[in-house]
């Protein structure tokens, strides 16, 4: 086949091999001079913390240890090499302008135990990124406090029951859409409610008529994603936050799908009451290993006493200071303000890109990501026949009666030098491949990675065995993935 990748294992030089293997006795990565004093050895210096040499641990030169480490480093994948199609995700670049400013000093240095008078600018960041939160979606108030997405739904779900319980019924039940981010219903749960799910219509959106016989006077209110994890709008969004209003209930929305929305929509004018953020995700901070977190809460102004303390406010002659007395917080949900250096981060990007630069990257996002559903619709399902937002999802329908699913297609893709989308999500679409290219690719890195799918298409209607096999270029061949996840080997042993 033309479009195949070359399918021979890679050649492996001599200097690929592992670490143990250039281990010799003797060898060493220091050479110190004799001391000046008394020797004391290692056991009497640490005491009981003293680790006894391990055995069979390798000998070897500092240079052979750095052009290993260095070797593992070019190995690795990340969103500085290359396209992280990871659907839901929202891995897009990092710019490093935002790295400078947050290793400024008295940013990076200043102490959470440092007094107001010596933090004021640390105080005037957090104010500043939670005001800028609050307009670009239309809430009145914003605390940065929560460390993740998910802590920003169990403190936004907090403060629904808070609310409720002073109106003298905090109720039994939260509604949860089949659409819906995967942890919404674990911060449900712990928040003291219980789940109840509501099925999708045909167009992958809420069932109003589903949503009027669920919202009962049990049901606290509603938690949804929007766009939906399908990537698709819910278009009849101010009709449910007004019938769920109507029957007393609240509209909790999960923001993680914000690049879709930020400078276009605000949740708050099509009814929600709460929400959080992912600084990690829409604001390009650090996300996953690269972390921390993030997960800021906004709120509309009768939730705003129940934000987690403190908050950081100002007095009118331009002080800032942290305000702990508030009587109807649901008082901490973390330690300190938050993670204060995603704040910087993300506040430099927010300033940097101002109103019609953040605009841009969301029409970005969205045009990308329907560029992909364009090109693939012919060769992959499409399960869902509408626009998309900032992300698409296919499925394997078509390949599967070929014994191919979604994983082995992912798997195969990274043959062709691409991170894989993200497998089996949403679980309402069978062998889902969903995709979310965000703003920072362009034209032509997506061609390729479209002629990539396209490739695979191809190879899986003439020789589906081949991607059966995939991954065929990579250093480690397929693994046995359930083996892994019930037997993994953690510790390395001699």
Known sequence: MKNRIQTARPHVNRNEKLIFEHSSPGKCGVDLPPLDVPPVSAAEALGEVYRADIEGFPEVSELEVVRHFTRLSTWNYGVDTGLY??????????????????????LATDHPYAPEFLAQGCLEVLHQTARC?????????????????????????????????????PRKYILIPDSAHGTNPASVTISGYQMRPLKSDAKGCIDLGELSQAMSQDVAGLM??????????????AEISELVHSRGGLVYMDGANMNALVGVARP???????????????FTTPHGGGGPGSGPVAVKKFL?????????????????????????????????????????????????????GLRQTTEDAVLNANYVMARLRDV??????????????????????????????????????????????????????????????????????????R???QEIEEEPSFVLEAPCSTRIS?????????????TWKP
């Open 380 to 453: 992959y399902d499409l399960p869902y026949d509408q626009p998309c937002m900032h992300e698409c999802v296919l499925s394997d329908k078509r390949q599967a009666a070929r014994g191919v699913r979604t994983g082995d297609i992912a798997k195969r893709l990274i043959d062709y030098g691409f991170h894989p989308y993200t497998t089996s999500f949403p679980l309402i679409v069978s062998g889902a491949m969903m995709i979310e290219p965000t703003e920072s690719a362009s034209k032509e890195e997506l061609d390729e990675f479209i002629d990539a799918l």
């Open 224 to 237: 949804l994603t929007n766009p939906n994890t399908l990537g698709i709008f819910e278009r009849q969004i």
């Open 455 to 457: 490739s695979i298409a």
């Open 85 to 106: 199609p990871l659907g839901s995700c929202t891995m897009k670049y990092n710019p490093r302008i935002n790295e400078v400013v947050a290793r400024l000093e008295g």
């Open 268 to 282: 708050a004018d099509f009814g929600v009451d709460v929400m959080h953020l992912n600084l990690h995700k829409t």
């Open 304 to 356: 705003e006493p129940y934000l987690p303390v403190p908050t950081v406010e100002k007095t009118p002659d331009g002080t800032f200071y942290l305000n702990y007395d508030r009587p109807k917080t649901i008082g901490r949900i973390r330690t300190f303000y938050g993670n204060f250096g995603m704040a910087v981060r993300a506040l430099a990007y927010i300033l940097a890109n101002g109103p019609e």
């Open 133 to 169: 939160l609050a307009e670009i979606t239309g809430m009145d108030a914003v605390s940065l406090q929560p460390a993740a997405g998910a802590q920003g739904e169990l403190t936004g779900i907090l403060m629904i029951r808070a609310w409720l319980e002073q109106q003298g019924n």
């Open 478 to 490: 397929r693994l046995d993935e359930a083996g892994a996840a019930r037997k993994p080997v953690l």
